[in-house]
C-alpha cells in the first residue's frame, strides 16, 4: 500500500514536471477518444479488429477497408499505419477530413489499418492478466515490436489474403518496426516499404531537458526504477486528461507550451492550435513506465538495444551482462525516413547514426522547416504537404516501380 502511494506521488510529480499546473479550475469539455466515431463522423467507414498476441495481450486495430472494387487494384494495397509512444490510432486522424493520412490513403484506394499498443485505450485486455496486475504493464516496446507488430501484421495479411504491405511509423511506431525486423528479419519480406518519420532508436543526443533530468535517476538500476517496472503511467485519468486539455485553452496556451514542449522542441511555429485540446485530451492514452526507461537507459548508453535488467538479470535473461543490441544490419525493407533539426526528442546526429546502422535506406527527407519539432510530425500545420503528400508519394511510387519489374519480367 505504501509502496503504491510513493508511487503515485511520484507519477504525480513527473506529470506535473510534463506540463501541467495542478489546478482545480476545470469543466466538463473533454474529447474522448473513440477512433471509430472519428472515422465515422469524417465519412469513412470503419472496422475494429481484435487481434491477441503470443504473450496473451488483446490489442484493437481500426481499419478503414475499401468498399467498391477498385478499379485498378485487384486486392487493394495495404498500408498499415504506427503512431508512437502513449498515443492511440486516433492519432493518424486528429487533423480530421481533409488532412490526415489515412484519408489520404483510403481515397487513392488503399486498404488503411492502424496499429495499437498494448496498454493503450484499446488494447487494455489480456488473456490472463487484468490491468491492476504489476506484470500487465511490466513492457517496453521491445515486446510492442516482437509480440504486438508480429501479430498484427499477420492478422492484417491472413485476413486480406495478401503476402506484405506498406508500413509507416512515427516516433516509437519507427522503433518498434526496427525491434521486430532485426530480430526476426522473417519480417522484412512482408513489408514492401518502411517510412519512418521522426524514428526514435538512438538517442543520446536528445535536446531536452528532459531526458538530462530523469535519466540518472530512471535510466539506471536502482530501487525506484525497478518499482516502476510494473506500472501504468497515469496517463488514462480521466481528470489529467481534462488537465492536460484545460492548459492548452486559448488563454492558457501559452502555459501550455512553455510547460509541454521542452519534451518536444520549442518552437511552436507550426502547431495547429484549433487541434490542441482535442490533442492533449487524447493523449497520452496509456502505456507502462518502463517503456520511457527504455529510451532513457539508451540515453545513457548511447546504444540501440534490449532493456538492461542489471548485470544479474541480464546474465539470466541475455546470458551476457550487458543487453544485447539489435542487429539493424538485418534490416533489409527498403526504408525511408524523415527527420527534422528542431526535434528534441530524435536529433540529427542520431538520425545519421541510425541511417549509418541501416543496410537499405532508400531516401533520407529532412523537412525543409528548420522549426519543425517532434509533435509536428502529427499535428504541424500544413504537415499534409510537408510530410504526408511525401509518404503516399513514396508508396504510390513504388507500386509503379513494381509493376515495371513485373512486366518485365513476363517479357
Ligand atoms: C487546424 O485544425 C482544424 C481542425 O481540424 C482545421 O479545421 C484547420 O483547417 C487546421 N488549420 C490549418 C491551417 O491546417
Ligand atoms: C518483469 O519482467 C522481468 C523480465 O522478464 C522480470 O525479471 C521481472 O521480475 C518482472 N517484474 C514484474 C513486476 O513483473
Ligand atoms: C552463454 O554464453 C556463453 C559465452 O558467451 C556460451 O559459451 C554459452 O553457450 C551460452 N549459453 C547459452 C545457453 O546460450
Same mark, same amino acid.
Not at 492519432?91 to 492502424?114: E, H, Q, R, T
Given at each position: 500500500?505504501?509502496?503504491?502511494? $510513493?508511487?503515485?506521488?511520484?507519477?504525480?510529480?513527473?506529470? +506535473?514536471?510534463?506540463?501541467?499546473? +495542478?489546478?482545480?479550475?476545470?469543466?466538463?469539455?473533454? !474529447?474522448?477518444?473513440?477512433?471509430?466515431?472519428?472515422?465515422?463522423?469524417?465519412? /469513412?467507414? &470503419?472496422?475494429?479488429?481484435?487481434?491477441?498476441?503470443?504473450?496473451?495481450?488483446?490489442?484493437?486495430?481500426?481499419?478503414?477497408?475499401?468498399?467498391?472494387?477498385?478499379?485498378?487494384?485487384?486486392?487493394?494495397?495495404?498500408?498499415?499505419?504506427?503512431?508512437?509512444? /502513449?498515443?492511440?490510432?486516433?492519432?493518424? &486522424?486528429?487533423?480530421?477530413?481533409?488532412?490526415?493520412?489515412?484519408?489520404?490513403?483510403?481515397?487513392?484506394? /488503399?486498404?488503411?489499418?492502424?496499429?495499437?499498443?498494448?496498454?493503450?485505450?484499446?488494447?487494455?485486455?489480456?488473456?490472463?492478466?487484468?490491468?491492476?496486475?504489476?506484470?500487465?504493464?511490466?513492457?517496453?516496446?521491445?515486446?510492442?515490436?516482437?509480440?504486438?507488430?508480429?501479430?498484427?501484421?499477420? /492478422?492484417?495479411?491472413?485476413?486480406?489474403?495478401?503476402?506484405?504491405?506498406?508500413?509507416?511509423?512515427?516516433?516509437?511506431?519507427?522503433?518498434?518496426?526496427?525491434?521486430?525486423?532485426?530480430?526476426?528479419?522473417?519480417?522484412?519480406?512482408?513489408?514492401?516499404?518502411?517510412?519512418?518519420?521522426?524514428?526514435?532508436?538512438?538517442?543520446?543526443?536528445?535536446?531536452?531537458?528532459?531526458?538530462? $533530468?530523469?535519466?540518472?535517476?530512471?535510466?539506471?538500476?536502482?530501487?525506484?526504477?525497478?518499482?516502476?517496472?510494473?506500472?501504468?503511467? $497515469?496517463?488514462?485519468?480521466?481528470?489529467?486528461?481534462?488537465?492536460?486539455?484545460?492548459?492548452?485553452?486559448?488563454?492558457?496556451?501559452?502555459? +501550455?507550451?512553455?510547460?509541454?514542449?521542452?519534451?518536444?522542441?520549442?518552437?511552436?511555429?507550426?502547431?495547429?492550435?484549433?487541434?490542441?485540446?482535442?490533442?492533449?485530451?487524447?493523449?497520452?492514452?496509456?502505456?507502462?513506465?518502463?517503456?520511457?526507461?527504455?529510451?532513457?537507459?539508451?540515453?545513457?548508453?548511447?546504444? *540501440?538495444?534490449?532493456?538492461?535488467?542489471?548485470?544479474?538479470?541480464?546474465?539470466?535473461?541475455?546470458?551476457?551482462?550487458?543487453?544485447?543490441?539489435?542487429?539493424?544490419?538485418?534490416?533489409?525493407?527498403?526504408?525511408? $525516413?524523415?527527420?527534422?533539426?528542431?526535434?528534441?526528442?530524435?536529433?540529427?546526429?542520431?538520425?545519421?547514426?541510425?541511417?549509418?546502422?541501416?543496410?537499405?535506406?532508400?531516401? &533520407? *527527407?529532412? &523537412?525543409?522547416?528548420?522549426?519543425?519539432?517532434?509533435?509536428?510530425?502529427?499535428?504541424?500545420?500544413?504537415?499534409?504537404?510537408?510530410?504526408?503528400?511525401?509518404?503516399?508519394?513514396?508508396?504510390?511510387?513504388?507500386?509503379?516501380?513494381?509493376?515495371? !519489374?513485373?512486366?518485365?519480367?513476363?517479357?
Amino acid at each position: 500500500m505504501h509502496k503504491n502511494i $510513493i508511487l503515485l506521488g511520484f507519477q504525480l510529480w513527473i506529470i +506535473c514536471l510534463l506540463g501541467l499546473t +495542478c489546478g482545480f479550475i476545470f469543466k466538463k469539455d473533454i !474529447i474522448i477518444t473513440n477512433a471509430v466515431k472519428r472515422i465515422r463522423r469524417d465519412g /469513412y467507414p &470503419v472496422e475494429d479488429h481484435k487481434v491477441q498476441t503470443a504473450d496473451g495481450y488483446v490489442l484493437t486495430m481500426h481499419r478503414i477497408p475499401i468498399l467498391q472494387k477498385s478499379q485498378i487494384y485487384d486486392k487493394p494495397p495495404i498500408a498499415f499505419l504506427m503512431t508512437g509512444i /502513449y498515443a492511440s490510432s486516433d492519432a493518424f &486522424v486528429f487533423s480530421g477530413k481533409d488532412g490526415s493520412l489515412p484519408y489520404m490513403l483510403s481515397d487513392l484506394g /488503399y486498404d488503411v489499418w492502424m496499429g495499437n499498443n498494448r496498454g493503450n485505450v484499446y488494447c487494455r485486455s489480456h488473456a490472463f492478466l487484468t490491468s491492476k496486475d504489476r506484470e500487465f504493464w511490466n513492457f517496453s516496446w521491445h515486446e510492442m515490436g516482437v509480440y504486438d507488430l508480429a501479430s498484427m501484421i499477420d /492478422y492484417v495479411l491472413k485476413h486480406t489474403g495478401q503476402s506484405s504491405m506498406h508500413f509507416v511509423g512515427v516516433s516509437q511506431g519507427a522503433t518498434i518496426l526496427l525491434v521486430l525486423t532485426s530480430l526476426y528479419p522473417e519480417y522484412n519480406i512482408k513489408l514492401k516499404t518502411a517510412q519512418l518519420l521522426a524514428p526514435v532508436a538512438y538517442v543520446s543526443n536528445m535536446k531536452g531537458p528532459m531526458a538530462r $533530468i530523469f535519466a540518472p535517476i530512471l535510466g539506471t538500476r536502482n530501487v525506484l526504477s525497478m518499482a516502476l517496472e510494473g506500472s501504468e503511467m $497515469i496517463s488514462t485519468n480521466n481528470f489529467f486528461k481534462e488537465l492536460l486539455a484545460l492548459n492548452c485553452k486559448d488563454e492558457n496556451f501559452r502555459i +501550455c507550451v512553455s510547460r509541454l514542449w521542452p519534451a518536444v522542441g520549442y518552437e511552436t511555429k507550426y502547431l495547429n492550435k484549433t487541434l490542441l485540446p482535442e490533442v492533449l485530451a487524447n493523449f497520452p492514452v496509456g502505456g507502462s513506465f518502463k517503456q520511457m526507461m527504455h529510451y532513457l537507459q539508451e540515453y545513457n548508453s548511447g546504444r *540501440f538495444q534490449q532493456y538492461n535488467y542489471g548485470q544479474l538479470g541480464n546474465q539470466v535473461i541475455y546470458n551476457s551482462t550487458d543487453p544485447p543490441s539489435y542487429p539493424l544490419h538485418k534490416v533489409t525493407v527498403p526504408v525511408f $525516413i524523415y527527420y527534422s533539426q528542431n526535434d528534441y526528442i530524435v536529433a540529427v546526429k542520431d538520425v545519421a547514426k541510425l541511417v549509418k546502422q541501416l543496410p537499405n535506406v532508400h531516401a &533520407v *527527407f529532412k &523537412v525543409p522547416w528548420k522549426k519543425w519539432n517532434h509533435f509536428d510530425f502529427i499535428c504541424g500545420l500544413r504537415v499534409k504537404e510537408i510530410i504526408f503528400d511525401k509518404v503516399v508519394d513514396v508508396i504510390s511510387n513504388y507500386n509503379i516501380l513494381f509493376n515495371n !519489374i513485373k512486366k518485365r519480367n513476363k517479357i
